[in-house]
């Protein structure tokens, strides 16, 4: 049986997408995961409601991405920020929705058709409630969690675990990563930021790497650049071989994700926009 969202199908040279939008130790959402600020120790803190001023994306933004495994058109990945909040245990949440499935002719190989829904509250920038439905290669795959932020506590499937404070899902970990401002970065900063899945916390960890310029069929950007401490060994030959670029605007959108892997190479990269809070300033051509 596959590992829901792990690394890549196993016994065959192609990658699932959704375990490259969406994986377990992630590729595409969790390499914006870990834009935060020095996260590792809220757990010493005493919790206090915090107010995120959101400058980076509104309700009706839509990302498209494409995926690529070396030449192969694999996939689609999508980013939906539905269009009117929702009430979960009181708090007035964004309701966001992100979705991978492979292209029909790659359905024989590995079909995948994923679904992820994120409900964070617009004051704190934390998960209220998180849903997770896949089917991956005839895997299929639902998990449902409520978060108690106030308590530090989530009820996954119906048990109970202790958790940091403001820890976040796999989805909401991406847009709370958009939040925060990147303008006095420095190279070789390391951040990290505790998420909850699978049962588990993990403290992701990632580094700033720079700003340079990209070149995309979409036209050229200013881009920040993100590298991701991976796991080396299983997919990845070093800890260094995932490489995010993200728009260098207000809108911190990922432009593009290279990623080097054991039997190859992934790309993806974003092919369409919409509803965006911000302009592009970041494409100069």
């Keep these: 049986m596959p590992l829901s969202l792990s690394y890549f199908y196993h016994g065959t040279m192609f990658v699932n997408l959704a375990e490259i939008l969406f994986m377990k130790k992630p ?3 969790l390499a914006f995961v870990f834009a935060s600020t020095g996260l590792a120790s809220l757990e010493a803190q005493e919790y206090a409601v915090r107010n995120i001023h959101n400058k980076a994306f509104k309700e009706g933004e839509v990302l498209t991405f494409k ?6 058109n694999a996939g689609i990945g999508v980013l939906q920020v ?3 909040p929702v009430k979960v245990s009181g708090k007035e949440c964004l309701h966001i929705v992100a979705t991978g499935r ?10 995948v058709r994923d679904r992820y829904e994120t409900y964070i509250d617009k004051q704190a920038m934390v998960p209220m409630k998180f849903v997770r439905d896949v089917y991956e290669g005839g895997y299929v795959f639902k998990d449902n969690y409520l978060f108690d932020q106030q308590s530090n506590k989530v009820n996954a499937n119906g048990e109970q675990f202790e958790v940091p404070h403001y820890v976040q899902d796999i989805v909401s970990s991406f847009y709370y990563a958009r939040t925060v401002d990147f303008r006095n970065a420095r190279k070789g900063d390391t951040f990290e930021v505790p998420m909850f899945m699978d049962k588990e916390t993990h403290n ?16 050229k950007f200013k881009v920040m650049i993100f590298m991701p401490v991976v796991m080396k060994g299983r997919v990845f030959k070093n800890e260094e071989d995932l490489t995010v670029y993200v728009s260098d605007d207000d809108n911190k959108i990922p432009l593009q994700i290279k990623a080097n892997i054991l039997i190859g190479s992934v790309k993806m990269t974003l092919t369409d926009y919409s509803g965006l809070k911000n302009p592009l300033t970041s494409k100069i051509e």
């Design 27 to 29: 590729f595409f959402l």
């Design 67 to 72: 995926l690529h495994y070396g030449f192969i």
């Design 82 to 84: 539905m269009d009117k």
């Design 102 to 111: 492979t292209i029909s002719s790659f359905d024989w190989i590995y079909k």
């Design 204 to 219: 992701f960890k990632f580094r700033f790497m720079g700003r340079t310029t990209l070149n995309l069929d979409k036209g």
